[in-house]
C-alpha cells in the first residue's frame, strides 16, 4: 500500500474578508494584509523544508512579480482565478493560468475557485489545466452542501478532482476555521484518522490570516490567533506531521501525477 500523502495548500488572495462584514478597505490594504501574512507563512515553511502548493490569483501576482518569480523550486504554483471577488470562466481561468505562467516561468497545471464554489470542469478542462482542487465534501452552513460528494481524489470529465480533507464517514473539515478554532490535539487526531483511511490529507490556509486582523471587525472564530498564535499552532502542527511522516509531504501537482501513474 503506498504511504499516505500530505499537501499543505495556500490560497493566496486579496484580503477581501472584511468586505464580507461591511468593512471596506482598498484593494492596496488587501494586497498588504495578505503580503504581511504571506511573509509570515512562508518563512516558517521555508525553514521546515516543507513544498507547498500555492493557489495564487492574478491580482496577487501582478502586483507581486518579484515574489512569483523567485518562489522557490520545491514549492508549486497553481491558479485561484484572477479576482478573488469575481469569477468569468470564460475569461479568468485561462487569463489567470496565462499571468501565472509568464511572470514564474512554470507550467500551471491546478485551479482552485475562490471560496470553494462550484465551476463548470468543462471549462476548467479547455483552459488546459489537468487538476483541481475546489470541493470541500462537507457542509458549511451558508456557503455549500457537499455531504453527497466523494471525499478522495476522483477522475472525472478528463479532470483529476483533489477534494480537501474531511473526515470518512462523519465529514468533520479539516480547513482554515477548523485548524483555528480546534485544539491543536483534536486537529492532530482527525489529520491522522484521515492519513490512515483516506491516505491523504489536503489542508488549506490563507496568508491574512496570519497577518494582524486587530482593525477589521471580523468575527471572533475568523481572526482567532491572528497576533501570532496561529503561526506558532501551525508550527507545531507541521512539525509533528514531520516527525512522523518527514517523506509524505508533497505538491498537488506531484501527487495528481502519481495518481495518473496508478502509483
Given at each position: 500500500m503506498a504511504t499516505p500523502k500530505i499537501m499543505i495548500t495556500l490560497d493566496v488572495e486579496e484580503c477581501d474578508i472584511p468586505l464580507e462584514y461591511g468593512f471596506e478597505?482598498?484593494?492596496?490594504?488587501?494586497?498588504?494584509?495578505?503580503?504581511?501574512g504571506l511573509k509570515n507563512f512562508m518563512e516558517l515553511v521555508d525553514a521546515l523544508e516543507i513544498p507547498i502548493t500555492i493557489f495564487c490569483t492574478g491580482v496577487f501576482a501582478e502586483n507581486n512579480p518579484d515574489w512569483i518569480s523567485q518562489l522557490h523550486p520545491r514549492h508549486e504554483l497553481a491558479s485561484h482565478g484572477y479576482f478573488h471577488g469575481s469569477f468569468d470562466a470564460k475569461k479568468d481561468l485561462k487569463s489567470s493560468k496565462d499571468l501565472l505562467e509568464k511572470l514564474s516561468g512554470r507550467m500551471v497545471t491546478g485551479f482552485r475557485m475562490a471560496r470553494m464554489q462550484y465551476v463548470d470542469e468543462t471549462e476548467i478542462k479547455l483552459a488546459g489545466y489537468a487538476y483541481h482542487s475546489s470541493?470541500?465534501?462537507?457542509?458549511?452552513?451558508?456557503?455549500?452542501?457537499?455531504?453527497?460528494?466523494?471525499?478522495?481524489?476522483?477522475?472525472?470529465?478528463?479532470?483529476?478532482?483533489?477534494?480537501?480533507?474531511?473526515?470518512?464517514?462523519?465529514?468533520?473539515?479539516?480547513?482554515?476555521?477548523?485548524?483555528?478554532?480546534?485544539?491543536?490535539?483534536?486537529?492532530?487526531?482527525?489529520?491522522?484518522?484521515?492519513?490512515?483511511?483516506?491516505?491523504?490529507?489536503?489542508?488549506?490556509?490563507?496568508?491574512?490570516?496570519?497577518?494582524?486582523?486587530?482593525?477589521?471587525?471580523?468575527?471572533?472564530?475568523?481572526?482567532?490567533?491572528?497576533?501570532?498564535?496561529?503561526?506558532t499552532k501551525l508550527q507545531a502542527y507541521l512539525k509533528g506531521l514531520k516527525k512522523n511522516h518527514s517523506e509524505d509531504f508533497i505538491t498537488m501537482n506531484e501527487y495528481v501525477k502519481n495518481l495518473s501513474d496508478g502509483k
Amino acid at each position: 500500500m503506498a504511504t499516505p500523502k500530505i499537501m499543505i495548500t495556500l490560497d493566496v488572495e486579496e484580503c477581501d474578508i472584511p468586505l464580507e462584514y461591511g468593512f471596506e478597505l482598498s484593494l492596496e490594504e488587501q494586497l498588504a494584509v495578505s503580503r504581511k501574512g504571506l511573509k509570515n507563512f512562508m518563512e516558517l515553511v521555508d525553514a521546515l523544508e516543507i513544498p507547498i502548493t500555492i493557489f495564487c490569483t492574478g491580482v496577487f501576482a501582478e502586483n507581486n512579480p518579484d515574489w512569483i518569480s523567485q518562489l522557490h523550486p520545491r514549492h508549486e504554483l497553481a491558479s485561484h482565478g484572477y479576482f478573488h471577488g469575481s469569477f468569468d470562466a470564460k475569461k479568468d481561468l485561462k487569463s489567470s493560468k496565462d499571468l501565472l505562467e509568464k511572470l514564474s516561468g512554470r507550467m500551471v497545471t491546478g485551479f482552485r475557485m475562490a471560496r470553494m464554489q462550484y465551476v463548470d470542469e468543462t471549462e476548467i478542462k479547455l483552459a488546459g489545466y489537468a487538476y483541481h482542487s475546489s470541493l470541500n465534501p462537507t457542509w458549511i452552513p451558508g456557503r455549500y452542501d457537499h455531504r453527497d460528494k466523494p471525499t478522495c481524489p476522483f477522475f472525472e470529465h478528463e479532470l483529476w478532482n483533489v477534494p480537501a480533507s474531511v473526515t470518512p464517514k462523519t465529514r468533520i473539515p479539516l480547513f482554515w476555521l477548523a485548524f483555528k478554532n480546534f485544539p491543536l490535539f483534536v486537529f492532530n487526531y482527525l489529520s491522522h484518522i484521515c492519513l490512515r483511511k483516506n491516505r491523504f490529507i489536503n489542508v488549506y490556509f490563507h496568508p491574512w490570516e496570519f497577518a494582524d486582523l486587530s482593525k477589521y471587525p471580523l468575527p471572533f472564530h475568523v481572526k482567532r490567533g491572528h497576533q501570532g498564535a496561529l503561526l506558532t499552532k501551525l508550527q507545531a502542527y507541521l512539525k509533528g506531521l514531520k516527525k512522523n511522516h518527514s517523506e509524505d509531504f508533497i505538491t498537488m501537482n506531484e501527487y495528481v501525477k502519481n495518481l495518473s501513474d496508478g502509483k
